[in-house]
Structure formats: structure tokens, C-alpha cells
């Protein structure tokens, strides 16, 4: 027997009563976030997009930042699955936007990825063409010799498994109770939610450090370099909030040489 926990008005009534109490549980998150939130902005006001490539790597960026403001509001919610599957496209934003940063001529194989089909009623319309997939390859994405690139690919990897494929990470958290099939719609384990919070606000915090490296040379030097500062500082308090207010995540990050979500965090790169 399968067993629906509720109906769509009863889970709507109950969306709003606990997005009020996580905003109260995980206020200092939420500070944390939209300080982070505000890097991102100053990001867009640096940036100056003249150049087909540069509108493309702003372009990426602001998937970046949608996913990142989709993300928390879902973390709010307690859904903390479907956060994981708008970080995991934010995070192939971000390798897509390094690959063509570092590699300019991939540029017109990005843009064609889906030319040459004659209508979109075509099934083939939505494969994209044999030199994207291989330009633009998972193993390619996360090919940078800097460390952090491996922890992203984790991440993503990941988020595929448990957030982004109905496989059987999708139906991992799925219960028997009695004689009935349950899937509870909102996390329920605030240590679980915790982790979540710092992951993503880790996660983000990468991801803003890649799309600045790629943009940074496109504006004003002086403001760059005073943006540079503030998302050091950013990280530099963000480990401060984690000690302080989950400090068996911070033992065990700096107990661990594995790439891994709060290591990011922890080791500046």
C-alpha cells in the first residue's frame, strides 16, 4: 500500500509554518547567506560584458546566483534534496564558465551544442552535438589540477545520485511503515539540515571564487581587488559561524585529509 502523507493544501499550510521557524533555527545561516548573497550582486556590478564570450560567462554566472537564492529557500523548507539538485546544475555552471574562461575557442562548439537540427519536434533537437560532449565531458569539467575542483566533482557526483537522477539514491530515504510505502516531504533530522546549511553556503562560496576569477579581469581593478578581500573575509567568518554553532562539523573537517563539503571551508585555496 502506498500512502500519501498529505493532501497539496495541508502541505502548503505546513510549508509556510516551518519556513517561519527555520528562518528563527537557522537565523545565523541566513545572515551568513545573504551576506553571500550580496557577493554575488557586487560580482554582477563589477562585471562588464562587451564580448560574445564574456555575456556567455555572465550569463552562466547568473544561473548561478538564481540556483544559489532557490537554494536556501529550500533549506527553509526543509527540502533539502531539491536544494541539492538546483546546487548541482549552479555547480556545472561553474565548471562549464572555468572551461571556457580557460579555454576561449570552445566557445562556438557551446554555443552550437544544439544547431544543425531542421525542427524542434525532432527528438534529436534536445541531443546535444558530438564535439559538446566531448569539449564539454564531466571528466573534462573537473579536470583543474586545483584541489577544490576534486571536492566539486564529489559534490556532484553526489547531488546527481541523491538529488538529480530518480535512481536508488532518489528512493533512499523512502520507509516501510506497517504495510504502507512512506516518503516524508521535509527533512525531519535538524543534524542532517546543519550539514546541509554549511555544504551549500561551502559549495556557493567555491562556486563565487570560480565565476570572480573568470569576470574579475573585466572590470574595474581597484574594485576587484577590494571585492577579492571581502569574499576571504566572508570565508574567514563563515568558519567562525560553523565552530561556533556546529563544532562536531569542524572536528571532524579538520580531522579528515578527503576532499570533502566543509573543506572548502576550512582550506583557503
Not at 562587451?50 to 538564481?66: E, V
Not at 523548507?77 to 546546487?87: G, I, M, N, P, V
Not at 542532517?192 to 559549495?203: G, P
Request: glycine fraction near 4%; charged fraction near 25%.
Amino acid at each position: 500500500m502506498i500512502e500519501v502523507a498529505k493532501q497539496l493544501t495541508d502541505y502548503l499550510d505546513q510549508e509556510i509554518k516551518i519556513n517561519e521557524e527555520c528562518c528563527k533555527r537557522w537565523s545565523a545561516e541566513m545572515k551568513a547567506a545573504r551576506d553571500l548573497a550580496l557577493l554575488y550582486d557586487r560580482l554582477t556590478v563589477l562585471a562588464r560584458l562587451n564580448d560574445p564570450l564574456t555575456l556567455t560567462l555572465g550569463d552562466l554566472f547568473l544561473i548561478a546566483q538564481s540556483q544559489l537564492f532557490g537554494a536556501i529557500s529550500l533549506l527553509l523548507r526543509r527540502r533539502r534534496s531539491d536544494a541539492e539538485l538546483l546546487t548541482r546544475r549552479a555547480i556545472e555552471a561553474a565548471a562549464m564558465t572555468n572551461r571556457l574562461f580557460r579555454h576561449p575557442e570552445l566557445l562556438e562548439i557551446f554555443a552550437c551544442a544544439h544547431d544543425g537540427i531542421q525542427s524542434r519536434k525532432d527528438p534529436a533537437h534536445w541531443q546535444p552535438s558530438g564535439k559538446f560532449k566531448s569539449s564539454f565531458s564531466t571528466r573534462l569539467l573537473f579536470s583543474e589540477p586545483e584541489e577544490f575542483w576534486k571536492t566539486l566533482r564529489i559534490d556532484y557526483d553526489m547531488m546527481s545520485v541523491m538529488a538529480a537522477h530518480a535512481g536508488l539514491g532518489a528512493t533512499a530515504t523512502v520507509v516501510t511503515v506497517e504495510d504502507r510505502r512512506v516518503l516524508a516531504f521535509f527533512e525531519t533530522n535538524d543534524k542532517d539540515l546543519d550539514r546541509a546549511w554549511y555544504h551549500q553556503l561551502a559549495i556557493y562560496w567555491a562556486l563565487l571564487r570560480v565565476f570572480f576569477a573568470s569576470l574579475k579581469g573585466t572590470g574595474d581593478a581597484n574594485m576587484a581587488d577590494v571585492l577579492s578581500a571581502d569574499i576571504r573575509k566572508w570565508r574567514d567568518a563563515a568558519n567562525l559561524l560553523l565552530q561556533r554553532r556546529v563544532p562536531w562539523m569542524a572536528e571532524r573537517s579538520q580531522g579528515n585529509t578527503q576532499p570533502g563539503p566543509v573543506d572548502i571551508l576550512v582550506v583557503p585555496f
